[in-house]
């Protein structure tokens, strides 16, 4: 008979071993448990040390507490924040070396294209390829129009290629001779030296010997101050620890990224915007009545640059006509349009995160540092905008905090924060999704990130500017303000020469001058609806006003889609349910006239979609008074408004399909 390997066992043993199995299965899911909390904890650790300390909020744990204005603490690491958290931090792009690698010579200020021998000895390799049948070539991108671009012939090039100066981008392919299969495709951007040309008084100021600071906007889409202490601690802390200045009660003035960027660029809300530039027509942007804040700095005698990622939905692109001639010097949009077309993409969740070998946001962030490199004794002006890691998720910018963090890093070491003020900025916070729900959803979304940081001559030169940045730290401030500091910094380069502004009704404050601490939002620029200055109280949902404030609301709505001629695309609206409402009173608490400005969260029909609108409600006529596009969507309507193109009517269409 043959002997079994294994021993019989009797029943008792049998059901001890079965429930010390199930102990130890248990103990291991529990210490599982623990290490991915203990790793939690840790990645959050220091930076919720800096943000409860005077460093970062104000002993009233408000962010602003002035006589019209107050806007409390918001803990960013409260446990029902962080239960909706997914740390993306060990996402990256892949492990495998580039072939072809970019070098920059300052001396002679050309770029060189060096091929990694190494590395293509190893992919010839691992494809069974004969090293001496590699051959790499480049093909030139050009401009073709706003939304296209051109590739010329493949170029073979050999080790350390000099770039020719007339080359701002190319598409590098690596391939086998012998097979044609093309083993490798990348792509580089290169900031070429030009000489300055432009107006007189371009001309004039840049013989003047004014020491004049570089300004750098580096900006990343609804990141909200509160947010990136949370998903960028690394990045947090750095600014903690240098000192740059925050201001904490930095307010949108609109939805979206356009109208945030246009009042920071242009001194513009979206109604004298739609008058003066008229957005919506072609060419628009490039119009000198537009008055894009580069154009006074190329006057000025600085060089221009521009950049953003995420091509079709850009801030002056989606559903724009974008600009007919090229905006500034340096203008990234050809580029990008082309790597999104050739390159290898690898998405987070189900958005572009990198795109080759590096994320997408690299890019833009490369390109704002060869912008540096290039003219290290010239002053420049860039906006380097990246929507890829934050705009759809609020967690997905911890994929790039690490590396945000070395680019903050390497611009220090580069001396580049010796010569430039740069602003690091959010246009708004999360628009939709799990941290609008929140009690704190009102002011995550309103608050976006802003810091400054200045060189210490500039501090030297101007400590009137230093003081006041110190005290608007806690004053309300706005995207007009940011213009009207830009104005001032243009300013004080020619003090003889007066800026002057094309908007008669600028709102705008510089943050170098102390902010009044009795400012209103509406002296801000800030409409009740957008204003994060809290002063509402609860009410019953059930209360008759409420109820008939709602359904006056959804009339409204319909009321604007039947005006944009979308009523055959677009559902009739209905009101499902309303989830809250508030009652604004004076700061003090006290109720206001008979014009009652309410604050409604409401569900509609079909699908039952959510919105938060402010209105304005004369209890006498049993009316309503509100801007419709102000009227704020909670969730995406990515997959519900597609039948319609216009950009602000998607947000109120349920497509009839």
């Known amino acids: 008979m043959v002997k079994s390997k294994y ?190 040309t432009g107006s007189y008084n371009a001309t004039r100021i840049s013989k003047s010997g004014i020491k004049r600071p570089s300004v750098l906007l580096l900006g990343i889409d609804s990141l909200s101050r509160i947010n990136l202490r949370r998903v960028m601690p690394k990045t947090f802390m750095h600014l903690q620890r240098n000192h740059w200045f925050e201001l904490q009660g930095f307010n949108k003035v609109g939805e979206n990224t356009f109208p945030n960027l246009i009042a920071l660029l242009t001194s513009y809300n979206a109604t004298i915007g739609k008058e003066k530039c008229q957005f919506d027509t072609y060419g628009a942007f490039n119009q000198r009545i537009c008055n894009i804040i580069w154009k006074n700095f190329r006057d000025y005698g600085y060089r221009t640059a521009y950049a953003e990622d995420k091509y079709r939905y850009s801030t002056f692109n989606y559903a724009a006509y974008g600009f007919v001639e090229q905006p500034t010097d340096y203008y990234l949009r050809p580029f990008t349009i082309c790597i999104e077309n050739n390159l290898h993409i690898k998405k987070i969740r189900d958005i572009v995160s990198c795109i080759g070998h590096k994320y997408y946001a690299e890019y833009i962030l490369d390109y704002a540092l060869q912008l540096s490199f290039t003219y290290s004794e010239e002053p420049i002006f860039g906006l380097f905008w990246v929507n890829t890691i934050g705009h759809d998720y609020f967690d997905t910018p911890s994929v790039f905090d690490l590396k945000m963090l070395e680019y903050l890093e390497r611009m220090q070491a580069e001396k580049i924060l010796e010569r430039s003020i740069v602003f690091f900025l959010g246009d708004h916070g999360m628009r939709w999704g799990p941290l609008l729900r929140l009690k704190s959803g009102f002011l995550e979304e309103r608050l976006p990130m802003m810091f400054i940081s200045l060189p210490q001559w500039y501090r030297n030169e101007h400590p009137d500017f230093v003081k006041a940045l110190q005290v608007n730290r806690n004053r309300l401030t706005s995207p007009f303000d940011i213009y009207a500091t830009l104005k001032n910094i243009l300013e004080v380069t020619n003090p003889q020469k007066e800026f002057h502004y094309l908007n008669d009704t600028t709102q705008g404050i510089s943050v170098f001058r102390e902010i009044p601490e009795n400012r209103t939002c509406h002296q801000a620029g800030i409409s009740d609806h957008w204003c994060a200055c809290l002063s509402y109280k609860v009410v019953s949902i059930n209360d008759t006003q409420v109820q008939k404030v709602a359904h006056l609301l959804i009339d409204e709505m319909n009321k604007y889609i039947v005006s944009k001629n979308i009523e055959t695309k677009c559902a009739v609206l209905t009101l499902s349910a309303i989830q809250k409402a508030f009652r604004k009173t004076d700061v003090n608490g006290y109720k206001m006239n008979n014009v009652i400005t309410y604050r409604l969260w409401y569900l509609v029909h079909p699908g039952l979609h959510s919105f938060e609108a402010t209105v304005l409600f004369n209890t006498i006529a049993n009316q309503i008074k509100i801007n419709i596009e102000d009227i704020n969507r909670l969730d995406s309507y990515k997959q519900t408004a597609y039948c319609v193109d216009e950009k602000q009517a998607k947000e109120y269409c349920i497509c009839r399909e």
Do not use: W
């Not at 071993?17 to 990645?43: P, Q, T």
């Not at 603490?73 to 970019?102: K, M, T, W």
């Not at 590395?119 to 480049?138: F, P």
């Open 7 to 196: 021993l019989l066992i009797n029943k008792h043993t049998s059901r001890r071993s079965h429930v010390k199995s199930i102990i130890l299965k248990s103990m291991h899911i529990i210490a599982i448990a623990l290490l991915i909390l203990i790793i939690r904890v840790i990645y959050m650790l220091d930076a919720h040390h800096f943000y409860r300390t005077p460093n970062d909020i104000s002993s009233t744990d408000y962010f602003v507490f002035t006589s019209e204005c107050r806007i409390p603490y918001v803990d960013p690491f409260s446990s029902e924040a962080l239960d909706r958290f997914e740390d993306f931090s060990h996402s990256d792009c892949g492990n495998d070396v580039a072939l072809i690698q970019q070098f920059y010579d300052h001396e002679t200020r050309q770029y060189k294209l060096h091929m990694n021998m190494s590395a293509i000895e190893e992919v010839t390799r691992a494809n069974a390829m004969n090293i001496n049948d590699m051959r790499c070539c480049y093909r030139r991108i050009k401009r073709a129009g706003e939304n296209g671009f051109s590739l010329s012939p493949c170029h073979q090039f050999q080790q350390d290629f000099v770039v020719p100066r007339n080359i701002d981008y190319l598409l590098t392919e690596c391939y086998s001779n012998k097979t044609k299969v093309v083993v490798e495709k990348n792509a580089f951007t290169f900031i070429q030296y030009r000489n300055l």
